[in-house]
């Protein structure tokens, strides 16, 4: 196995395979009950949903994941997060990096959550959503994990006992690129704004027992191990009934249920309080009774979210929005629903775990960073709060019906 990765959640998980295949390597994505053994794949992603979880717990399941794709036989680990960096000033980007690190004896460790091609890009180690810092981007407003600092250096120093180096884009680009990582410590933020940025960085973590980042680095990574682009990956859709579910409250998200023209129910808190079978079977019976696939949204502005929050609590009001999708995606298998497209990372990560789904095949790409997935008779897409354009609900759909 040439790389094995580990994700810290499922939408980000997705993204990074759908890079990796993209490059030509088989790639397998992994979720929930890991098998005894790994399919032969060039490439295995697991598919964590620690990115929120308390930090022991995350690096349990972390350090979990890297010893199952050691036995398989991975010859290099990435640790995979989003590339707007989602976390906290006590968040788990740190810690399990350097956990993984002591576990595997890796003396450097680069850090590159740039992703160019969705406008992520890092400069003077600071991190960029489009041409703006992240902390005047929507990220500084996300509900679980606010990103009020754009200095990585500093982000990821408050998470880590390690010294925290740069490797600046002047040094990336320059002759002696190596000798610059050496040099900058055991941590390293890395510059990156380009594709050949990625490419760069790539190469300089071949070799490398442990490499860090967004999605992008995982394709950098594999291009440089000789894997070629523009491999056909096969794929066959699903007829049969289609449900939309979504707990992102992202802008892109709340502007895509707006472009929807299907029918759509908003699912509020107060009432998913109450979801036990009853309820959930009536929400089953309702979009199935719809004439188009329906939309069913616990997603809302960013005043509603903050509201739900104070009165209930952001713990809880997380768990009772992911137990109801969980309990509703599995009702609505159960009464022949084929294709779930599902937005918002947390959602995703309760969906498939609520379908009891172990693995997905690859298929091709929805948007950027958006795959279509398959598990058995099912297809899904499954997508990070962001990513996607207005119409990507239509689009997915269509996707995953094989057009």
């Not at 055991?186 to 380009?194: G, H, S, T």
């Not at 795959?371 to 759909?397: E, I, M, Q, T, W």
Request: glycine share 12%; net charge neutral.
């Amino acid at each position: 196995m040439l790389i094995g990765a580990i994700g810290d959640d499922f939408t980000g998980s997705g993204d990074l395979a759908n890079m990796i295949a993209k490059t030509g390597t088989e790639t397998r994505l992994y979720a929930g009950r890991l098998p005894a053994r790994a399919g032969g794949e060039a490439a295995a992603v697991i598919a964590l949903k620690t990115r929120t979880l308390p930090v022991a717990d995350a690096v349990a399941q972390s350090l979990e994941a890297l010893r199952w794709l050691r036995e398989q036989g991975a010859e290099r680990i990435l640790f995979k997060y989003c590339s707007t960096f989602d976390s906290t000033p006590q968040g788990n980007i740190g810690p399990v990096a350097e956990a993984l690190a002591d576990e595997l004896g890796a003396e450097s460790v680069l850090f590159v959550p740039s992703f160019p091609d969705t406008g992520r890009t890092v400069y003077q180690g600071h991190l960029f959503v489009g041409d703006r810092l992240l902390s005047e981007s929507a990220l500084a407003h996300h509900p679980l994990t606010p990103m009020s600092d754009p200095d990585l250096r500093r982000w990821l120093g408050r998470q880590t006992r390690q010294p925290v180096g740069h490797l600046a884009l002047a040094a990336l680009r320059g002759p002696d690129a190596a000798a610059a990582l050496a040099r900058a410590g055991r941590f390293v933020i890395a510059d990156a704004i380009d594709d050949q940025d990625i490419d760069r960085l790539g190469w300089l973590a071949r070799d490398a027992r442990l490499v860090t980042g967004g999605s992008a680095i995982g394709a950098g990574l594999a291009r440089a191990l000789g894997a070629k682009a523009g491999a056909a990956r096969r794929w066959q859709g699903a007829a049969g009934p289609a449900v939309l579910l979504s707990g992102s409250c992202s802008e892109a998200t709340l502007g895509q249920i707006a472009a929807y023209d299907g029918p759509s129910r908003v699912l509020r808190v107060d009432e998913a309080l109450a979801a036990d079978a009853e309820f959930i079977a009536g929400l089953a019976d309702w979009a199935l009774a719809q004439p188009a696939p329906a939309l069913i949204a616990a997603s809302q502005g960013a005043d509603a979210v903050r509201a739900a929050q104070a009165a209930h609590g952001r713990a809880r009001v997380a768990e009772v929005i992911e137990t109801t999708f969980a309990r509703l995606a599995a009702t609505l298998r159960d009464r022949g629903v084929t294709r779930f497209v599902v937005a918002g990372g947390e959602t995703s990560g309760a969906v498939a775990t609520g379908l009891g789904i172990q693995a997905f095949d690859i298929g091709p790409e929805i948007a950027p960073g958006v795959p279509a997935l398959a598990a058995g008779p099912l297809r899904l897409a499954l997508k990070s709060g962001n990513f996607g354009g207005p119409d990507f609900f239509a689009c997915a759909l269509a996707v995953l019906e094989g057009k």
